[in-house]
């Protein structure tokens, strides 16, 4: 007879668990294979990984207690002449444990082992062998559902063994062999090509902007007038002058846009994504933006070799002509490396993030367009150097803004990181406690209460420092509600998502499945459609989709009510229980994390690998319409939304 209190604590793990199957975790990944071990003999091998800090539980009960948990099980489907030929086997012994809530010693099962059922066929040549593996996953907190593994194998030769070619290739995108269904929702479907334009213009005007910051740098700021002064009294001719300008504005430019693509021809396409979400690549970005912070503040100077420019420089005195004039420009790029290392850093890696040949292409071009431009307008109108401000000390303080800039930047990277391999080391709270600090920080600095080792003394504050601080202290406190969880939407393209949030007064995130089968099964129980959501840790447009569009009540309400929605992280580094390898572009690929398989998946059925990328399906997996990309119109994300579920109720 059970205890009172032990009937209500297991009525609320089966609440917990129930809460939980709107977003199912990964509690444990298997794979299935058949072993011939004689003629008409095998034996299925169920391969198993249990997710740290969960367990399944054993063969076997040890209790006829009616509330005890389901053991695992594997159900065979009946074929004529199929005999079990033993036992079903655990490589590795069960665990007894006490579990204390339910007050029974119960069999777990942890890590990774296999499961084997030795067969024997008779009367036939082959089969398929057909079932499912039914268990029960609990970490310390909580339970989910029981969940099924299907597994579909063909045994033997003969026609009632044979698989498609389809079925084996889509079988192995999924690490086993699918049914039927499953396969129906793997199944390519023809789509709406979509392109995200405004994501170019982005990175082109990102770029612009970054060429004009390092033109106001100290490297760069000091050259301008000497710069134009040169082309203005090397030539008697105005005209030749204005030339020769213009041509060095253009040199420029052509310099870092071989610089963009001999980047993009190295990485190539299709490794930019890769690289741009690794833990390797964002670590050490973050590493390199702290490192130039610090030079900025005063530490070091980072400079490229002095034989570097003293030997162009040489080169542009001895030479004439356009050769001279390209010398000079290139002589300027080496010279304002320590200055515009660090933008060109934080610009590229923004670029490569776009999976494309045009994002450094464009970055670099944008870039470049931003530092020649005044060159060649001061050329035209050398009046407008007469009205330039002298080289001073309000240089380096742009020096150390930039520095704080680098600071705040920097934390993204890490947080890429963080996110793609599930540290949590950077929860968003404590992301936000840092940026306010560094806000707070920058603006003290610009009222002079915090100086580095450059800095002058301040007898007064300047009206543009004033106003400055006034807005890098209005930020912090913008900032503080985010320590509870408020939205942030103007950061939620940078800092981390809610759901990493541990104390939140302003509600949850959306319920919501991360695994693509998992979802589309329980939309076609319930009857409902399916909102597909292609994201990335490291996708700054799918943050600010979520703040902006996502987080606003009509679009909520109406994804509460009538969708199922399922979110598919590109980059998730968990690894896969085994590494599949599929056929793709007359190549083997192989899939060897979560992230891996939700991309082939985007590639294989819809033709595409953008992010983000939103399409409506049916319980067959059908578009219900075109997809969606980057637009924050939120009007327009409820139109669709609405014309989804009207196209469903049609079918």
């Known amino acids: 007879m059970l205890k009172p209190l032990r009937l209500l604590s297991l009525l609320a793990c089966l609440w917990a668990a129930l809460g939980l199957s709107a977003q199912m975790p990964v509690t444990a990944e298997m794979t299935a294979e058949i072993e011939t071990s004689a003629p008409g003999a095998g034996v299925l091998v169920i391969n198993v990984s249990v997710a740290d800090g969960w367990h399944i539980y054993g063969l076997e009960m040890n209790t006829d207690d009616p509330y005890a948990p389901d053991p695992t099980t594997v159900t065979i489907d009946a074929v004529d002449g199929l005999t079990m030929a033993g036992p079903l ?25 296999t499961l084997r059922q030795p067969f024997e066929l008779s009367g036939a040549e082959g089969c398929r062998i057909k079932g499912t593996v039914r268990y029960m996953a609990c970490n310390d907190v909580s339970c989910t559902p029981p969940a099924t593994f299907e597994f579909d194998l063909p045994f033997g030769t003969g026609a009632a063994a044979e698989a498609t070619a ?65 082309f203005l009294k090397k030539s008697k001719s105005r005209r030749r002058s204005i030339m020769d300008a213009v041509i060095y504005s253009a040199s420029i430019i052509v310099i870092f846009l071989v610089l963009g693509i001999l980047l993009t021809l190295i990485f190539g396409p299709g490794k930019l994504n890769e690289i741009a979400t690794s833990a390797v690549f964002n670590l050490i ?28 420089d040489s080169k542009a005195e001895n030479t004439t002509g356009f050769l001279s004039i390209f010398f000079m420009a290139f002589t300027l790029v080496l010279v304002s490396f320590s200055c515009t290392g660090p933008i060109i850093g934080t610009l590229l890696v923004e670029a490569f993030s776009q999976s494309n040949l045009l994002g450094p292409l464009l970055g670099m071009g944008g870039f470049a367009l931003g530092l020649a431009l005044p060159f060649g307008l001061f050329a035209f109108f ?72 450059h800095d002058s003394p301040m007898e007064h504050t300047p009206v543009a420092r004033f106003f400055l601080a ?14 509870w969880g408020a939205p942030l939407k ?64 009509a679009v909520r309400s109406i994804i509460e009510k009538d969708y199922v929605m399922i979110v598919l992280m590109v980059d ?40 983000p990328y939103y399409i409506q399906l049916d319980n067959q997996g059908l578009p219900l319409g075109s997809p969606r990309a980057y637009d924050e119109n939120v009007g327009a994300f409820v139109g669709w939304l609405e014309d989804g579920v009207e196209a469903y109720k049609l079918r």
């Open 166 to 230: 389809d079925e084996t290739v889509t079988a192995a995108a999924v690490g086993t062999t699918m049914t039927p269904q499953q396969e129906q929702w793997w199944a390519p479907v023809e789509v709406e090509d979509h392109q995200e334009a405004q994501s170019y213009w982005a990175i082109l005007i990102f770029g612009f902007l970054g060429g004009l910051v390092a033109l106001m740098t100290p490297c760069v700021w000091p050259m301008i007038p000497m710069t134009v002064s040169f």
């Open 490 to 553: 103007g950061i939620s393209a940078f800092a981390p998502p809610l759901y990493t949030q541990d104390f939140n007064l302003y509600g949850g995130s959306f319920e919501e499945f991360h695994d693509y089968e998992e979802g589309m099964a329980y939309a076609e129980r319930t009857g409902r459609p399916v909102l597909v959501d292609f994201s990335g840790y490291a996708c700054v447009n799918c943050r600010k989709m979520e703040g902006a569009v996502f987080d606003t009540p």
């Open 572 to 611: 998730d580094k968990t690894p896969l229980a085994q590494p599949v390898y599929v056929e793709e572009e007359g190549k083997q690929v192989k899939l060897s994390t979560v992230g891996d398989r939700w991309s082939y998946l985007q590639r294989h059925k819809f033709g595409t690998n953008q992010q």
């Open 382 to 453: 050398p009046s407008m150097l007469k009205e330039l401000p002298r080289s001073g000390s309000w240089l380096n303080s742009v020096k150390v803004v930039l520095g704080f800039v680098e600071l705040i930047l920097s934390l993204k990277f890490l947080s890429v990181a963080d996110l793609a391999y599930g540290w949590r080391l950077l929860d968003r709270e404590i992301f936000i406690a840092i940026w306010i600090v560094l806000f707070v920080l920058l603006g003290m600095y610009l009222l002079g209460k915090l100086r580095f080792s």
């Open 285 to 312: 970005f973050f590493a390199l933006l702290v490192l130039f912070a610090v030079s900025f503040f005063g530490a070091f100077d980072i400079t490229l070799p002095a034989s570097w420019s003293n030997a162009i």
């Open 89 to 113: 086997e655990c490589s590795v012994e069960a665990i007894e444990h006490y579990d204390t809530t339910a007050e029974l010693s119960l069999p777990w099962l942890m890590g990774s082992f």
């Open 470 to 483: 006034v807005a890098s202290f209005s930020f912090a406190v913008y900032l503080l509600p985010g320590m």
